[in-house]
């Protein structure tokens, strides 16, 4: 998995700036008023930084923004870069102000003096978090280098306001490692032993095979790997942090490791993004690791189905009729809408066996999502507001765009059958909400539901706020801040 960048916290010391080689970094509010720390390198630039911060270009920087001054006179750094910081700045803007270092940062060492800041821990995250890179499929990758220090009045809690941060951190490079891995490299048992090996951080985790899930009657879900040579799983894993007789909160992710379309075969233009339709199953993976890693007080249960949709002799039809593991039968209009076919069992696995108090499901599920809301947001459906509102605030806390979708009968009945119980797809109007009707169909009474629709954020072409261009880790900060929210003890 990609490792962090090493992180350090230290008590502002100025006499080490003359001689620290790499870069520095400095925060200036947009009036110019410069630090003890910006003080002492403007000293040693003999007033150039004060003359940059007095300029026009200065002057347009919105927060978080970053520019840099090469080769500084007076210094032992290549660079210093100068963030503008205003006073009042969120959560989100110092995490910006942390992602705009890690871009210019490239292999050298930084120094971020950050002062009595009070965002110090989310420019730390953002510097972290930014600062990806996926090349481990390069015959001659970048030499991963350098390290981050932050020199701050309270170092020791800004460690400590940090350390969860970086187990987000460390959820959402998992994430992206595993939807940017190419399926002959993240084949389905590839994936299911990279899980097992999260035991190590204290989930409970099962791995179960084929056989396991016939008996359990998941025949929707064998239904889209049956014509892959690939054998289909569903992982479990456990994170008990909570009280021993506390019902879990449910998370279940769609992992089809590689979707062709199966029969109803997708065009060949774009297929090789279809690496990226676990997607769901990753955002699932990275939480239960964010989770372990900062000891949660919240018991979770992270189920994922992962399966290959592949066409071949032996694959399922359009026209089939599959029955489900609740029994209700499903007519296959359409070997693409698959995804639906492996959630359905799943979900109706976690209700039986764990009784949870809630359930999200997330899936790269529909383009249809991607027409209605672009790449900025996920479709988010749910039968509950409660649980539907505290995701949005979390989202918006998290800075992760979400825009709730409606549910509805009118809906439902265009997933009506001559044959079966339903059909999986309702057609092409409305697209992303049929196929939330279809899941619904799945959720017992009583049961708080989510339905995400990430494939517009799970992986886009080019960057964002916190992450290069690929795989984003949509989903690891929102529901990890969520799981905080609503079911974690004090």
Known sequence: MTQLTSISFAETDIDQIAGHAGRIAVLVDPEGRLDAGARRVNKLMRGALARFVESPKFSKAKAGDAMTLAYPSGLAADAVDVVCMPKGVTKIQGRAAGASLAKVRGGADILILAAGNRHVAEIAYGAVVRDYRFDDHKSKPEPREGAIKVMCSKPDAAAEAAAPLLAIAEGAFMTRDLTNAPANVL?????????????????????????????????????????????????????????????????????????????????????????MDMGGAGVVAGVMRSLALRKAKAN???????????????????????????????????????????????????????????????????????????????????????????????????????????????????????????????????????????????????????????????????????????????????????????????
């Open 187 to 275: 084949t389905t048992t590839a994936f299911a032993e990279q899980l097992a090996e999260m035991k190590t951080l204290g989930l409970k985790v099962e791995v179960l095979d084929e056989d396991q899930l016939a008996s359990l009657g998941m025949r929707t879900l064998l239904c889209v790997g049956q014509g892959s040579d690939s054998p289909s799983h569903v992982v479990v894993m456990r994170w008990d942090g909570g009280d021993k007789d506390a019902a879990p909160l449910a998370l279940v992710g769609k992992g089809v490791v590689f979707d062709t379309g199966g029969i109803s075969l997708k065009p060949g233009v774009g297929m090789e993004d279809m690496t």
């Open 300 to 490: 979770v249960v992270g189920l994922v189905g992962i399966v290959e949709n592949m066409p071949s002799g032996n694959a399922v039809r359009p026209g089939d009729v599959i029955t489900s593991m609740k029994g209700d039968t499903v007519e296959v209009i359409n070997t693409d809408a698959e995804g639906r076919l492996v959630l359905c069992d799943v979900m109706w696995y976690a209700q039986e066996r764990f009784k949870p108090a809630a359930m999200i499901d997330l899936a790269t599920l529909t383009g249809a999502i991607i027409v209605g809301l672009g790449h900025e947001n996920a479709g988010v459906f749910s039968n509950d507001d409660a649980l539907c509102n505290a995701f949005l605030k979390a989202a918006k806390t998290e800075g992760e765009g979400a825009w709730r979708m409606p549910l509805g009968q009118a809906y439902d009945d265009m997933l009506k059958s001559r044959i079966a119980d339903m059909k999986n797809i309702g057609g092409r109007a409305a697209g992303s909400v049929t196929a939330a009707q279809f899941l619904q169909r799945f959720v017992q009474d009583g049961i708080p539901w989510i339905h995400l629709d990430i494939a517009g954020v799970a992986s886009v072409k080019s960057e964002t706020a916190l992450a290069p261009s690929g795989a984003t880790g949509w989903g690891v900060a929102a529901l990890n801040r969520l799981v905080s929210d609503m079911f974690e003890k004090e």
